[in-house]
């Protein structure tokens, strides 16, 4: 027998796997075989080391600090998703509705002009011109919103803020599912 | 067994006081194994309690069809093992010489005349064994030997096979007899 083969016996002696056969060839090969011989008693001992060993037990109030830990743990998480949640939805509404308040606004003053709301049911024409007005409007909202009102600092920073706002919360929602792994 | 199960139940939902009572019952069998793999009490209680919170944030992946306690230290170990990568030392290998600093703390064990002495003596001595092995292999000697786990439980609890499990372990005997020899026969040369 090789002193591979018995290193292999000696461990199914440690693990109290070693046939009667085994056990029988294994002594005979201690019998004969010095390094091996010394190697189990090492191995001897150390898993006697080992096995004796004690269970140290938790210290006193492990478990409540864990409950502690586990209490904190969850409300900076709720509190963020609640916070990022309602400023993305306050940041989207006026998104649309600010522009839509103003387009609004400055239709109803193209049409209270003395040409504006008393003919309207006269024909097409009006009409057009109503959509006239609307564009035109439109037109001027947008010239207002962006070389006048992008000039001030005002505005500037709750643009940037509400890019920041939109990226963390299209951050939130685009997060990939954890990878289910068994036993991690 | 039926509580556990309806602890566990209550978990899933988000019931953390239902957590609470997994953790006083599974406290010792997590610390021992973070103080076993970490050899301090200090950094054993930090990882124990780290290794609830992924439980507790993980609780729905947890699959019925094993035991709980396997799937807890299988978390435990994993983060342990973290830990230990984090602090890159060198561990004993079969291919080089025992350091310096082992073979002599190792040298230190031998029995005095007082019982207690020689109980802490050798709990010492343990702990110096095992915190020479690298981590894997730290953790299947710790599981095999306090947890009592079959190779193939060890091997489920660290995703690995049964044979990657059964090589770690010889090896780290093998290393553990040999650094007690080298142990020894430095203390005779001294
Ligand atoms: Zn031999």
Redesign the pocket.
Known sequence: MT?EE?FSLMMDALDGALAPAGADRLEQ?LAA?T??RAEWSALQLVDDLLAGAPTIPAPAGFAGRVSARLVAASWPRTLGALFTLSVGSVAALLTVAVPAAVVLIATWAALSQPAGFAQLAIGLQQLARMGGAVLGASRTTLRILLVETTGSPLFLSWAVALGLVLAAWAHVLGRPAPVRVRGR | MGDEQAWIGRARSGDKEAFSRLVEAYQTPVYNLTYRMLGNSDEAEEAAQEAFLRAYSRIKQYDAAYKFSTWLLSITSHHCIDRLRKRRLTWLSLDEPLPAQYAAHLASGTPGPEAQAVRSELEDRVQELIDALQPDYRAAVVLRYWYDMSYEEIAQAMQTTVSAIKSRLFRARKMLAAAQTTGTEMAEMV
């Open positions: 002193h018995a090969h075989c390094g091996c």
